[in-house]
């Protein structure tokens, strides 16, 4: 179980958790009902039914005896919870690395190593070594004891940059990861996936469907109502340009009014099609094309 504390501000540490190798399949034929059936005996199997941060934990624990590697980050771990964990990657602003590497038993790796710096202070029986950590790496007690904890040349530190170069250079006959295709669905399946999902977006924001109809059909009555029957009149050339002036009028009007609207939605929906398409889930021309 590998725990990575990817950033710490502000006396805690915060980020998300990532658990790999864990895929369900499921085909075709298994019905809903018995999908549910089989969810919820996960569910009581793993303990997630009264969630709490002890059974997501314990969770957590299982999936690492399976040999499955698990990256969290912690906000204020009691001390059980953050015995649990095997190893710490520790980083201070600036993302400069303060501690990398395991915490042991009870936290005996992580406390011997900060209580080798001159000048720390020593962790109180019973005391949590998580908040420990925290209150003595953090800024204000860097500059009272004239150190910085992101410089300390250990010999943790120079086992990492060994390990990290032995894990740089591939094994002998490995070849790079290649897939076929960039997706894993097909041109025509991301286009029908980001169809049904504008098609929920709008539905679920209602106030803004409601406007850009309500402000259609007034602008379609005003503009209808000053050039009532112009079409009938083509006997001169000015009337002609008169036709033409009133769809010229009454696109742009309604095209910009519809292009200003839409600018809160699309600020949100970019955010997501960046985080989507980053993940590959999907290229840009079924999403702009939905």
């Not at 915490?103 to 790796?109: A, P, V």
Request: positive net charge.
């Amino acid at each position: 179980m590998d725990v990575q504390a990817e950033r710490k501000t502000g006396g805690y540490i915060e980020g998300n958790i990532t658990i790999s190798g864990m895929a369900a399949i499921t085909p075709r034929s298994v019905n809903s009902k018995a999908r549910k059936m089989f969810i919820d005996e996960i569910m009581e199997l793993i303990e997630l039914t009264p969630l709490a941060a002890a059974s997501v934990m314990r969770t957590v624990r299982n999936t690492v005896d399976t040999g499955r590697t698990v990256v969290c980050t912690i906000h204020q771990p009691s001390i059980d919870i953050f015995g649990g964990f095997d190893e710490l990657f520790l980083l201070k602003r600036g993302v400069q690395e303060i501690y990398v590497g395991p915490l042991g038993h009870r936290s005996c790796h992580l406390v011997n190593y900060f209580q080798g710096i001159e000048g720390v202070s020593k962790i109180k029986p019973g005391y949590n070594p998580a908040a420990w950590m925290l209150d003595i790496t953090s800024p204000g007690h860097e500059v009272a004891l004239g150190i910085d904890f992101a410089v300390q040349k250990s010999d943790l530190y120079k086992r990492n940059k060994e390990l990290i170069k032995q894990l740089s250079t591939p094994a002998p006959g490995s070849k790079d990861l290649n897939f076929r295709t960039r997706y894993s669905k097909s041109f025509f399946s991301q286009l029908k996936v980001c169809l049904w999902k504008q098609h929920l977006s709008y539905w679920r924001n209602p106030k803004y469907t409601a406007v850009r109809f309500f402000v259609t059909i007034v602008i379609s009555l005003m503009f209808g109502t000053m050039f009532w029957d112009l079409g009938s009149k083509r006997a001169k050339q000015q009337d002609l340009l008169n036709s033409m002036g009133s769809m010229y009028s009454a696109v742009l009007f309604l095209g910009i009014q519809n292009a200003s609207s839409v600018q809160p939605v699309v600020t949100i929906e970019r955010t997501v099609f960046y985080r989507e398409r980053a993940a590959g889930m999907y290229s840009a021309l079924p999403c702009v094309l939905a």
